[in-house]
């Protein structure tokens, strides 16, 4: 089924420039020009049994905004969200990272860049959502009181509890896993986790950090997992094992 995308823009020039760049790759592609209407289109892909997979989310809409519809549907949901910013927004991107957005575009996009991330981001929300082949297929990781599911990019608590995690949390914490014991400055960090579809900086490895922890538990203020090195960088102090 060929991947499916919705483009949340008020500039109706920035939604048909998307939309013939991704049409063009063979992506279903609809287009809102608001927050409310976002939300409309999600749930009606979603009762039609052909649920969206990426969201192409514009920062300032009128109404609700996309930092604020980010949040929300980051709580409820593992779809992928591309934030499409200004050159000017460096603080409005920082606060969408945080929100759960998984990358983000400046206007305007490049049309190889858009389609390299789309593919990629989609890529990873399809086998994250893709049921396990059977028992004993997946490679698991377990350290502290958790068991991470490399496959699936999912943390398992110890009841069993499951939390999905976005392609730069996943990237960051294999990272530390791969590093236990030994502090990680910040462009280290950023060295190990750079790639095609992900390039972080500093403000967004401190953003990653937080989300991180949140997802681990980690009390940020008396952290046990993730421990910041003050001048230095960050510790990962649970040594992994094969679960």
Not at 97 to 115: F, H, M, Q, S, T
Not at 204 to 219: A, C, Q, T
Request: glycine share 8%; aromatic share 4%; proline share 5%.
């Amino acid at each position: 089924m060929a991947p499916r995308v919705l483009i949340v823009d008020d500039d109706p020039l920035i939604r048909e420039l998307l939309q013939s760049y991704l049409a063009g790759e063979g992506y279903a592609v609809s287009c809102v020009g608001t927050a409310e209407q976002a939300e409309a289109s999600l749930a009606e892909a979603e009762r039609g049994g052909a649920p969206i997979d990426l969201v192409l989310l514009d920062i300032r809409l009128p109404g609700k905004d996309g930092l604020t519809l980010t949040r929300e549907l980051r709580v409820r949901s593992e779809i992928g969200i591309i934030l499409i910013t200004g050159r000017g927004d460096d603080i409005d991107r920082i606060v969408g990272l945080e929100c759960g957005a998984d990358d983000y575009v400046i206007k305007p996009p490049n049309p190889r860049e858009l389609v390299s991330r789309a593919k990629n981001l989609i890529r990873r929300v399809r086998h994250a959502q893709a049921p396990v082949a059977g028992p004993g297929r997946q490679q698991l990781k377990r350290f502290a009181e958790w068991v991470l599911d490399l496959d699936r990019r999912r943390l398992i608590d110890r009841d069993g509890g499951e939390t999905a995690l976005t392609h730069g949390e996943f990237q960051l914490l294999c990272v530390f896993l791969r590093n236990s014991g030994h502090t990680l400055s910040r462009d280290q960090l950023m060295d190990q986790i750079r790639n095609r579809e992900w390039l972080p900086n500093d403000r967004s490895i401190d953003v990653l950090v937080g989300r991180l922890r949140r997802k681990l538990r980690d009390d940020p203020a008396e952290p046990d997992l993730i421990i910041t090195i003050h001048g230095a960088g960050y510790l990962f102090s649970a040594a992994p094992s094969d679960a």
